[in-house]
């Protein structure tokens, strides 16, 4: 686990020894969903798999893949955390959802991991029960695309590239 000196990688804007820190060393419980979600973010930058492991659900932990994560951990260079929204998951709530971005670099290529993750608090303590992967539709045309050596679409009878392209 490395050190982090400064702003917290979760995006929150505060110091990490004042924010996530004190969560993954197990100083103090996370308040809320979304501050247990910025924990595990941070523990994944930091490849603080105890932490991923501790605050996974109990009843489907032994059915984690840490190997695989950790893996992920390892190879990603972690690049920023954007909470899009959360219901719920507050300190007087028992349940809770935080859908979130997670951006990083894999292999040099740009990555953005989009999920809707589903919390719990069992016995005063936060849980990640599950997530739902919102990855991006891809756009597809209802209609061939017009080439460049096509008749152009405008009625000029010129081509295409000549014209309007």
Same mark, same amino acid.
């Given at each position: 686990?490395?050190?982090?000196?400064?702003?917290?990688?979760?995006?929150?804007?505060?110091?990490?020894?004042?924010?996530?820190?004190?969560?993954?060393?197990?100083?103090?419980?996370?308040?809320?969903?979304?501050?247990?979600?910025?924990?595990?973010?941070?523990?994944?930058?930091?490849?603080?798999?105890?932490?991923?492991?501790?605050?996974?659900?109990? !009843?489907?932990?032994? +059915?984690?893949?840490?190997?695989?994560?950790?893996?992920? /951990?390892?190879?990603? &260079?972690? $690049?920023?955390?954007?909470?899009?929204?959360?219901?719920?998951?507050?300190?007087?709530?028992?349940?809770?959802?935080?859908?979130?971005?997670? !951006?990083?670099?894999? +292999?040099?290529?740009?990555?953005?991991?989009?999920?809707? /993750?589903?919390?719990? &608090?069992? $016995?005063?303590?936060?849980?990640?029960?599950?997530?739902?992967?919102?990855?991006?539709?891809?756009?597809?045309?209802?209609?061939?695309?017009?080439?460049?050596?096509?008749?152009?679409?405008?009625?000029?009878?010129?081509?295409?590239?000549?014209?309007?392209?």
């Amino acid at each position: 686990m490395e050190n982090i000196v400064g702003i917290c990688p979760c995006g929150s804007q505060k110091l990490y020894h004042e924010c996530c820190e004190p969560i993954i060393l197990k100083k103090r419980l996370a308040k809320t969903a979304e501050e247990l979600m910025r924990s595990r973010y941070s523990a994944f930058v930091q490849n603080a798999m105890e932490h991923i492991q501790s605050t996974h659900d109990p !009843s489907t932990r032994n +059915d984690l893949d840490m190997e695989g994560n950790q893996a992920w /951990s390892e190879r990603a &260079k972690w $690049k920023g955390l954007e909470i899009i929204k959360t219901e719920a998951g507050t300190e007087n709530d028992s349940e809770g959802t935080v859908e979130f971005i997670a !951006s990083y670099e894999m +292999d040099g290529e740009p990555q953005k991991h989009h999920e809707l /993750s589903f919390f719990k &608090k069992i $016995k005063d303590k936060w849980y990640f029960i599950d997530g739902k992967n919102l990855s991006v539709a891809t756009f597809q045309r209802e209609q061939p695309k017009i080439g460049r050596n096509d008749p152009c679409s405008c009625g000029s009878g010129k081509k295409y590239k000549k014209c309007c392209g």
